[in-house]
Protein backbone atom coordinates (compact mmCIF):
# COMPACT_ATOMS: atom_id res chain seq x y z
CA UNK A 1 0.00 0.00 0.00
CA UNK A 2 1.41 3.33 -1.11
CA UNK A 3 1.83 6.31 1.37
CA UNK A 4 -1.24 8.13 -0.73
CA UNK A 5 -3.64 4.80 -0.59
CA UNK A 6 -2.80 4.50 3.59
CA UNK A 7 -3.47 8.23 3.94
CA UNK A 8 -6.54 8.09 2.24
CA UNK A 9 -7.72 4.75 4.15
CA UNK A 10 -6.67 6.34 7.56
CA UNK A 11 -9.00 9.13 6.73
CA UNK A 12 -11.92 6.82 5.03
CA UNK A 13 -12.00 5.30 8.82
CA UNK A 14 -12.06 8.63 10.36
CA UNK A 15 -14.94 9.37 8.44
CA UNK A 16 -16.82 6.03 9.31
CA UNK A 17 -16.43 6.76 12.65
CA UNK A 18 -18.25 9.81 13.38
CA UNK A 19 -21.50 8.02 11.77
CA UNK A 20 -20.68 4.50 13.43
CA UNK A 21 -20.56 2.94 17.09
CA UNK A 22 -18.70 -0.31 16.18
CA UNK A 23 -14.86 -0.55 16.00
CA UNK A 24 -13.40 -1.13 12.49
CA UNK A 25 -10.73 -3.42 11.66
CA UNK A 26 -8.83 -3.11 8.43
CA UNK A 27 -5.18 -4.69 7.27
CA UNK A 28 -2.56 -3.57 5.48
CA UNK A 29 -2.20 -6.10 2.51
CA UNK A 30 -3.40 -8.81 4.86
CA UNK A 31 -0.24 -8.69 7.03
CA UNK A 32 0.29 -5.27 9.37
CA UNK A 33 -2.61 -5.68 11.26
CA UNK A 34 -4.60 -2.11 11.89
CA UNK A 35 -7.70 -1.05 13.90
CA UNK A 36 -10.28 1.60 15.18
CA UNK A 37 -12.08 2.15 17.80
CA UNK A 38 -13.62 5.37 19.80
CA UNK A 39 -14.58 6.60 22.79
CA UNK A 40 -18.32 7.87 22.22
CA UNK A 41 -18.47 9.93 25.29
CA UNK A 42 -17.17 10.26 29.19
CA UNK A 43 -20.35 8.49 31.04
CA UNK A 44 -18.99 7.04 34.14
CA UNK A 45 -18.88 3.40 34.24
CA UNK A 46 -19.33 2.90 31.44
CA UNK A 47 -16.25 4.71 28.98
CA UNK A 48 -14.64 6.29 31.36
CA UNK A 49 -13.47 4.89 35.33
CA UNK A 50 -12.50 7.16 38.16
CA UNK A 51 -8.79 5.83 37.72
CA UNK A 52 -8.66 7.91 34.64
CA UNK A 53 -9.03 4.62 32.91
CA UNK A 54 -10.83 4.97 29.09
CA UNK A 55 -12.93 1.84 27.79
CA UNK A 56 -13.20 1.81 24.18
CA UNK A 57 -16.31 0.90 22.24
CA UNK A 58 -14.19 -2.37 20.57
CA UNK A 59 -14.79 -5.56 22.25
CA UNK A 60 -10.93 -7.22 22.82
CA UNK A 61 -11.92 -10.17 21.41
CA UNK A 62 -12.19 -7.86 17.59
CA UNK A 63 -9.22 -6.36 18.43
CA UNK A 64 -7.49 -9.63 18.49
CA UNK A 65 -8.90 -10.83 15.32
CA UNK A 66 -7.72 -8.17 13.88
CA UNK A 67 -4.38 -9.76 14.11
CA UNK A 68 -2.96 -8.34 17.60
CA UNK A 69 -2.14 -10.57 20.60
CA UNK A 70 -0.94 -9.94 24.18
CA UNK A 71 2.63 -8.82 24.53
CA UNK A 72 2.22 -6.90 20.97
CA UNK A 73 4.15 -2.85 20.41
CA UNK A 74 1.26 -0.91 19.13
CA UNK A 75 1.14 2.28 17.85
CA UNK A 76 -1.85 4.64 18.95
CA UNK A 77 -2.75 7.99 17.24
CA UNK A 78 -5.84 9.95 18.66
CA UNK A 79 -6.22 13.86 19.08
CA UNK A 80 -2.67 15.29 18.01
CA UNK A 81 -1.23 12.31 19.80
CA UNK A 82 0.90 9.47 18.81
CA UNK A 83 1.95 6.89 21.68
CA UNK A 84 3.65 3.44 21.68
CA UNK A 85 1.94 0.85 24.15
CA UNK A 86 2.34 -2.90 24.85
CA UNK A 87 -0.91 -5.10 24.66
CA UNK A 88 -1.56 -6.78 28.26
CA UNK A 89 -4.26 -8.17 30.34
CA UNK A 90 -3.80 -5.57 33.39
CA UNK A 91 -1.95 -2.80 34.11
CA UNK A 92 0.31 -4.57 36.22
CA UNK A 93 2.05 -5.81 33.77
CA UNK A 94 4.08 -2.39 33.07
CA UNK A 95 6.03 -0.32 35.22
CA UNK A 96 4.65 2.37 37.28
CA UNK A 97 3.85 5.27 35.48
CA UNK A 98 3.51 3.94 32.21
CA UNK A 99 0.44 3.63 29.39
CA UNK A 100 -0.86 0.39 27.49
CA UNK A 101 -3.44 -1.20 25.71
CA UNK A 102 -5.63 -3.45 28.27
CA UNK A 103 -7.37 -6.53 26.75
CA UNK A 104 -8.81 -8.63 29.67
CA UNK A 105 -8.56 -11.99 30.02
CA UNK A 106 -10.84 -14.29 31.38
CA UNK A 107 -10.47 -17.12 33.31
CA UNK A 108 -10.05 -19.27 30.59
CA UNK A 109 -7.11 -17.05 28.95
CA UNK A 110 -9.59 -15.73 26.20
CA UNK A 111 -10.17 -11.90 25.39
CA UNK A 112 -12.99 -10.00 27.40
CA UNK A 113 -14.62 -7.53 27.49
CA UNK A 114 -13.87 -3.83 26.20
CA UNK A 115 -10.53 -2.53 24.52
CA UNK A 116 -9.06 -0.25 27.49
CA UNK A 117 -6.09 2.41 27.28
CA UNK A 118 -4.56 2.88 30.90
CA UNK A 119 -1.47 3.88 33.13
CA UNK A 120 -0.01 1.46 35.35
CA UNK A 121 -0.52 4.35 38.87
CA UNK A 122 -1.86 6.69 36.58
CA UNK A 123 -4.44 8.73 35.03
CA UNK A 124 -4.35 8.32 31.48
CA UNK A 125 -8.03 10.12 30.95
CA UNK A 126 -5.69 13.45 32.35
CA UNK A 127 -2.72 13.07 31.40
CA UNK A 128 -2.98 12.89 27.56
CA UNK A 129 -5.84 15.60 27.40
CA UNK A 130 -8.52 14.20 27.11
CA UNK A 131 -10.45 15.44 30.20
CA UNK A 132 -10.86 16.57 33.56
CA UNK A 133 -12.13 14.73 36.57
CA UNK A 134 -14.20 16.59 38.77
CA UNK A 135 -14.83 14.99 42.49
CA UNK A 136 -17.90 15.55 44.58
CA UNK A 137 -17.70 16.17 48.35
CA UNK A 138 -19.71 12.77 48.58
CA UNK A 139 -16.60 11.42 46.66
CA UNK A 140 -18.53 10.31 43.48
CA UNK A 141 -17.16 11.92 40.35
CA UNK A 142 -17.40 12.90 36.93
CA UNK A 143 -15.21 13.85 33.79
CA UNK A 144 -15.51 16.98 31.57
CA UNK A 145 -14.02 16.97 28.10
CA UNK A 146 -11.26 19.46 28.44
CA UNK A 147 -11.03 22.58 25.69
CA UNK A 148 -10.84 21.83 22.20
CA UNK A 149 -11.83 18.20 22.85
CA UNK A 150 -14.82 16.69 20.55
CA UNK A 151 -16.70 13.69 21.38
CA UNK A 152 -16.16 10.75 20.36
CA UNK A 153 -12.63 10.92 20.58
CA UNK A 154 -11.44 8.15 17.68
CA UNK A 155 -8.22 5.76 18.23
CA UNK A 156 -6.30 4.35 15.48
CA UNK A 157 -4.11 1.13 16.26
CA UNK A 158 -1.24 0.01 14.22
CA UNK A 159 1.20 -3.26 14.74
CA UNK A 160 4.93 -1.59 15.23
CA UNK A 161 6.29 -4.53 16.88
CA UNK A 162 4.46 -8.36 16.90
CA UNK A 163 5.73 -9.77 19.74
CA UNK A 164 7.66 -6.44 20.84
CA UNK A 165 6.60 -7.28 24.11
CA UNK A 166 6.47 -11.08 24.88
CA UNK A 167 9.87 -11.31 27.23
CA UNK A 168 8.55 -8.60 29.75
CA UNK A 169 4.81 -9.85 29.16
CA UNK A 170 6.11 -13.61 30.30
CA UNK A 171 7.58 -12.55 33.27
CA UNK A 172 5.51 -10.31 34.47
CA UNK A 173 2.13 -12.89 33.45
CA UNK A 174 -0.14 -13.48 36.25
CA UNK A 175 -3.07 -15.32 36.81
CA UNK A 176 -5.58 -16.30 39.65
CA UNK A 177 -9.05 -16.48 40.06
CA UNK A 178 -11.57 -15.77 42.74
CA UNK A 179 -12.28 -19.36 43.83
CA UNK A 180 -12.06 -20.48 46.87
CA UNK A 181 -11.16 -24.21 46.24
CA UNK A 182 -8.60 -23.00 43.94
CA UNK A 183 -6.24 -22.27 46.70
CA UNK A 184 -6.40 -24.82 49.04
CA UNK A 185 -2.71 -24.25 50.17
CA UNK A 186 -3.78 -20.75 51.65
CA UNK A 187 -5.52 -19.94 54.94
CA UNK A 188 -8.43 -18.21 54.78
CA UNK A 189 -6.59 -14.86 55.89
CA UNK A 190 -4.22 -15.70 52.74
CA UNK A 191 -6.92 -16.09 50.38
CA UNK A 192 -8.12 -12.54 51.47
CA UNK A 193 -5.15 -11.10 51.59
CA UNK A 194 -5.29 -9.65 55.03
CA UNK A 195 -2.37 -10.22 57.22
CA UNK A 196 -0.51 -8.36 60.00
CA UNK A 197 2.11 -5.68 59.05
CA UNK A 198 5.03 -6.96 60.86
CA UNK A 199 8.07 -5.01 59.73
CA UNK A 200 10.52 -3.27 61.71
CA UNK A 201 8.78 -1.08 64.41
CA UNK A 202 5.27 -2.14 63.52
CA UNK A 203 2.65 -3.35 65.99
CA UNK A 204 -0.70 -1.94 65.28
CA UNK A 205 -1.38 -2.12 61.51
CA UNK A 206 -3.29 -4.53 59.33
CA UNK A 207 -3.97 -4.70 55.52
CA UNK A 208 -6.49 -6.74 53.39
CA UNK A 209 -8.48 -6.97 50.85
CA UNK A 210 -12.13 -5.35 50.97
CA UNK A 211 -14.12 -6.86 53.59
CA UNK A 212 -17.74 -5.37 52.06
CA UNK A 213 -16.77 -5.85 48.60
CA UNK A 214 -17.70 -9.10 46.90
CA UNK A 215 -16.19 -8.71 43.56
CA UNK A 216 -13.26 -10.71 43.78
CA UNK A 217 -14.76 -13.49 45.81
CA UNK A 218 -12.77 -12.82 48.97
CA UNK A 219 -14.94 -10.29 51.27
CA UNK A 220 -16.53 -13.34 53.22
CA UNK A 221 -12.59 -14.33 54.63
CA UNK A 222 -11.58 -10.97 55.37
CA UNK A 223 -14.65 -9.61 57.02
CA UNK A 224 -13.83 -12.93 58.96
CA UNK A 225 -10.16 -12.22 59.65
CA UNK A 226 -11.29 -8.33 60.58
CA UNK A 227 -13.35 -9.46 63.41
CA UNK A 228 -10.80 -11.98 64.50
CA UNK A 229 -7.79 -9.59 64.66
CA UNK A 230 -10.42 -7.11 66.87
CA UNK A 231 -9.93 -4.32 63.91
CA UNK A 232 -12.00 -0.76 64.90
CA UNK A 233 -10.38 1.66 63.21
CA UNK A 234 -10.44 1.48 59.54
CA UNK A 235 -9.24 3.18 56.04
CA UNK A 236 -11.17 2.71 53.11
CA UNK A 237 -9.18 3.67 49.70
CA UNK A 238 -11.37 2.24 47.43
CA UNK A 239 -14.87 3.44 47.95
CA UNK A 240 -17.30 6.37 49.03
CA UNK A 241 -19.38 5.72 52.19
CA UNK A 242 -22.77 5.89 49.99
CA UNK A 243 -20.83 2.92 47.67
CA UNK A 244 -19.81 1.02 50.37
CA UNK A 245 -23.10 0.92 52.63
CA UNK A 246 -25.24 0.39 49.74
CA UNK A 247 -23.46 -3.28 48.94
CA UNK A 248 -25.52 -6.11 50.11
CA UNK A 249 -22.22 -7.59 51.96
CA UNK A 250 -22.44 -4.33 53.89
CA UNK A 251 -25.33 -4.89 56.36
CA UNK A 252 -24.80 -7.33 59.01
CA UNK A 253 -21.17 -7.15 58.82
CA UNK A 254 -18.36 -6.75 61.49
CA UNK A 255 -16.80 -3.79 58.95
CA UNK A 256 -20.51 -2.35 60.14
CA UNK A 257 -19.50 -1.85 63.56
CA UNK A 258 -15.88 0.05 62.91
CA UNK A 259 -15.25 3.22 62.52
CA UNK A 260 -14.69 3.58 59.03
CA UNK A 261 -13.29 6.66 56.48
CA UNK A 262 -14.13 6.54 53.20
CA UNK A 263 -11.84 8.35 50.61
CA UNK A 264 -12.67 6.61 47.74
CA UNK A 265 -9.28 7.31 45.87
CA UNK A 266 -8.03 6.51 42.58
CA UNK A 267 -4.79 4.87 41.94
CA UNK A 268 -2.29 8.04 40.64
CA UNK A 269 -0.22 8.74 43.44
CA UNK A 270 0.71 11.87 41.65
CA UNK A 271 -2.41 13.37 41.57
CA UNK A 272 -3.31 16.37 44.28
CA UNK A 273 -6.64 14.43 45.24
CA UNK A 274 -5.22 11.55 45.94
CA UNK A 275 -2.47 13.00 48.21
CA UNK A 276 -5.46 15.48 49.54
CA UNK A 277 -7.40 12.42 50.37
CA UNK A 278 -4.11 10.20 51.99
CA UNK A 279 -3.77 13.05 54.29
CA UNK A 280 -7.70 12.63 55.40
CA UNK A 281 -6.69 9.56 55.73
CA UNK A 282 -3.75 9.83 57.43
CA UNK A 283 -5.21 12.18 60.02
CA UNK A 284 -7.91 10.18 60.65
CA UNK A 285 -5.07 7.34 62.41
CA UNK A 286 -3.24 10.18 63.97
CA UNK A 287 -6.67 10.69 65.48
CA UNK A 288 -8.43 7.79 66.39
CA UNK A 289 -6.59 5.63 68.48
CA UNK A 290 -7.53 1.54 68.31
CA UNK A 291 -6.87 -1.31 66.03
CA UNK A 292 -5.90 -0.37 62.24
CA UNK A 293 -7.16 -2.12 59.07
CA UNK A 294 -5.63 -0.24 55.91
CA UNK A 295 -7.72 -1.58 52.53
CA UNK A 296 -8.40 -0.84 48.45
CA UNK A 297 -10.20 -3.49 46.71
CA UNK A 298 -7.66 -6.21 46.55
CA UNK A 299 -5.19 -4.53 49.46
CA UNK A 300 -2.48 -4.51 46.38
CA UNK A 301 -2.20 -1.63 45.10
CA UNK A 302 -3.46 1.39 47.21
CA UNK A 303 -2.99 -0.15 50.36
CA UNK A 304 0.34 -1.38 49.48
CA UNK A 305 1.92 2.21 49.10
CA UNK A 306 0.00 3.07 52.05
CA UNK A 307 1.37 0.50 54.32
CA UNK A 308 4.31 1.01 52.81
CA UNK A 309 4.38 4.51 53.45
CA UNK A 310 3.74 3.56 57.25
CA UNK A 311 6.27 0.78 57.83
CA UNK A 312 9.10 3.44 56.34
CA UNK A 313 7.72 5.99 58.98
CA UNK A 314 8.20 3.05 61.79
CA UNK A 315 11.37 2.47 60.61
CA UNK A 316 11.41 -0.26 58.34
CA UNK A 317 13.97 -1.26 56.06
CA UNK A 318 13.58 -1.50 52.29
CA UNK A 319 13.70 -5.04 52.30
CA UNK A 320 11.61 -5.61 54.69
CA UNK A 321 8.85 -2.76 52.97
CA UNK A 322 9.45 -4.78 49.64
CA UNK A 323 9.13 -8.15 51.19
CA UNK A 324 6.11 -7.30 52.80
CA UNK A 325 4.45 -5.65 49.90
CA UNK A 326 5.44 -8.94 47.74
CA UNK A 327 3.36 -11.33 50.10
CA UNK A 328 0.20 -10.25 48.10
CA UNK A 329 1.65 -11.59 44.85
CA UNK A 330 2.29 -14.96 46.89
CA UNK A 331 -1.58 -14.77 47.78
CA UNK A 332 -3.31 -13.51 44.70
CA UNK A 333 -0.65 -15.37 42.03
CA UNK A 334 1.53 -18.11 43.55
CA UNK A 335 5.05 -15.80 43.00
CA UNK A 336 7.66 -17.23 44.75
CA UNK A 337 10.59 -15.41 46.42
CA UNK A 338 13.45 -15.70 44.44
CA UNK A 339 11.80 -16.05 41.26
CA UNK A 340 12.60 -14.22 38.09
CA UNK A 341 9.19 -12.48 37.64
CA UNK A 342 9.30 -11.91 41.83
CA UNK A 343 12.28 -9.46 41.14
CA UNK A 344 10.49 -8.08 38.24
CA UNK A 345 7.21 -7.38 39.49
CA UNK A 346 8.97 -6.09 43.10
CA UNK A 347 11.56 -3.32 41.07
CA UNK A 348 8.62 -2.43 38.83
CA UNK A 349 6.55 -1.57 41.75
CA UNK A 350 6.96 -0.72 45.24
CA UNK A 351 10.89 0.09 44.68
CA UNK A 352 10.05 2.53 41.66
CA UNK A 353 7.02 3.86 43.60
CA UNK A 354 8.80 5.04 47.04
CA UNK A 355 11.50 5.96 44.80
CA UNK A 356 9.34 8.37 43.01
CA UNK A 357 7.18 9.56 46.42
CA UNK A 358 10.72 9.98 48.43
CA UNK A 359 12.63 11.67 45.35
CA UNK A 360 14.95 9.47 45.50
CA UNK A 361 17.35 7.33 43.03
CA UNK A 362 17.51 3.90 45.52
CA UNK A 363 15.62 3.08 48.73
CA UNK A 364 17.76 0.55 49.67
CA UNK A 365 20.44 3.36 50.08
CA UNK A 366 17.92 6.39 51.20
CA UNK A 367 16.82 7.43 55.10
CA UNK A 368 13.35 6.06 54.52
CA UNK A 369 12.11 7.45 57.89
CA UNK A 370 12.97 10.61 56.68
CA UNK A 371 11.16 10.33 53.37
CA UNK A 372 8.30 9.01 54.57
CA UNK A 373 8.11 11.88 57.16
CA UNK A 374 8.85 14.55 54.31
CA UNK A 375 6.21 12.98 52.07
CA UNK A 376 3.73 13.34 54.56
CA UNK A 377 4.50 16.89 55.62
CA UNK A 378 4.62 17.70 51.87
CA UNK A 379 0.73 16.49 51.52
CA UNK A 380 -0.28 18.47 54.54
CA UNK A 381 0.31 17.13 57.95
CA UNK A 382 1.91 18.80 60.95
CA UNK A 383 4.67 16.88 62.49
CA UNK A 384 2.39 17.01 65.37
CA UNK A 385 0.26 14.86 63.60
CA UNK A 386 2.93 12.70 62.30
CA UNK A 387 3.87 12.15 65.90
CA UNK A 388 0.60 10.76 67.20
CA UNK A 389 0.26 8.61 63.99
CA UNK A 390 3.75 7.34 64.89
CA UNK A 391 2.68 6.74 68.32
CA UNK A 392 -0.80 4.92 67.03
CA UNK A 393 0.89 2.45 64.88
Not at 1 to 6: A, D, E, R, S, V
Request: glycine residues 8%; aromatic residues 12%; charged residues 25%.
Amino acid sequence: MNKTKKILTVLLLLAVATVSVFAQAIFENNEYPMFFASVPSLEVNTYTSKYGNLNTNAGTEDFFKAGFNWGDLVRVRFLDKELVMPVVPAYSYVDTGTAAIIASKDADGKPTGALQLAINMGDFTSTYGIATKTTNADKTFFWTAKEGVELPVHFLFSMTGKDGYRTEYLIRDLNRTNNREDYKNLTDEQFANFRKVQTTGMTNLYRSSNPVNAEIGRNKEADAAAKAAGITVVMNLADDRATAESRAEFAGSYYSTCKVIYLGLGVDFEAPEFKAGLAEGLRFFAENKGTYLVHCKEGKDRAGFVSALLECLKGATAREVAEDYMITYYNYYGVEKGTEKYTAIETSNIDKILANAFGVSDIFTADLVAGARTYMKSIGLSDAEIDALAANL
